[in-house]
């Protein structure tokens, strides 16, 4: 990626926005309703490359292309309930919450409290989330977040703060999300009886790391 096209980096930072918002899309209550949108988001995503991550999301929207979605919809909602809600031991992984996944007993505890004192760093709003605040959907928001004011900044011609929000996205993927989201896969393809959501996870799993990689690859290239 060229440090002389400065439209590339907005174009880049809006894309990523784009991804995390609909990662975070993936792990909603499928209902008909919110899965009919996700499936034209889906429709409407691509992710480059015939490699691990786009052939991921291939599988992803080929067992969304079905005649009954009513049907899939409840399917689906079963087993969104039995892996996401942490229901009871030996009947589905652990809730998606980091605490738990970093394995502290309880939730609102030290993870919570660390990830809201950085959400609160970089002005993102989490009030309007039900339960703790580093569920999975949450994080995913955040990076979303961070990726929207990072192509402001660019925007505005503001390239110092631009890397410094860079800087902050690579921080919460290497210290968060990362290690979060391959541990969530681990333990949703233990218990997942039709495979949809061991991909749903694999993809974030997926996508995380990559963008791990590339931000790592833009902070040296910058430095």
């Known amino acids: 990626m060229s440090h002389n096209n400065p439209q590339l980096f907005l174009n880049f930072a809006k894309n990523r926005s784009r991804v995390y918002w609909l990662l975070s899309h993936l792990i909603e209550r499928p209902e008909p309703e919110a899965l009919a949108d996700l499936i034209a988001k889906l429709n409407a995503t691509e992710l480059g490359e015939e490699d691990a991550l786009s052939s991921s999301l291939?599988?992803?929207?080929?067992?969304?292309?079905?005649?009954?979605?009513?049907?899939?919809?409840?399917?689906?909602?079963?087993e969104h309930t039995r892996l996401f809600r942490g229901i009871r031991k030996g009947y589905g992984p652990p809730p998606p919450y980091e605490s738990?996944?970093?394995?502290?007993?309880?939730?609102?505890?030290?993870?919570?409290?660390?990830?809201?004192?950085?959400?609160?760093?970089?002005?993102?709003?989490?009030?309007?989330?039900?339960?703790?605040?580093?569920?999975?959907?949450?994080?995913?928001?955040?990076?979303?977040?961070?990726?929207?004011?990072?192509?402001?900044?660019?925007?505005?011609?503001?390239?110092?703060?631009?890397?410094?929000?860079?800087?902050?996205?690579?921080?919460?993927?290497?210290?968060?999300?990362?290690?979060f989201t391959a541990k969530l896969y681990e333990e949703v393809c233990k218990t997942d009886e039709n495979g949809f959501y061991s991909e749903i996870t694999n993809l974030m799993k997926l996508y995380v790391e990559q963008d791990l990689e590339t931000l790592t690859y833009l902070l040296q290239e910058s430095s």
């Open 100 to 179: 738990i996944y970093r394995g502290e007993r309880n939730v609102n505890g030290e993870t919570t409290l660390d990830v809201m004192t950085t959400y609160a760093t970089y002005g993102f709003d989490y009030e309007g989330f039900q339960g703790p605040k580093d569920h999975i959907k949450i994080e995913l928001v955040f990076l979303a977040f961070l990726a929207d004011q990072e192509k402001k900044a660019r925007e505005d011609e503001n390239e110092d703060y631009a890397r410094q929000l860079v800087q902050a996205q690579h921080n919460f993927l290497e210290s968060n999300l990362v290690s």
């Open 58 to 78: 291939v599988k992803i929207k080929e067992s969304l292309k079905v005649e009954d979605l009513a049907g899939l919809s409840t399917t689906l909602l079963i």
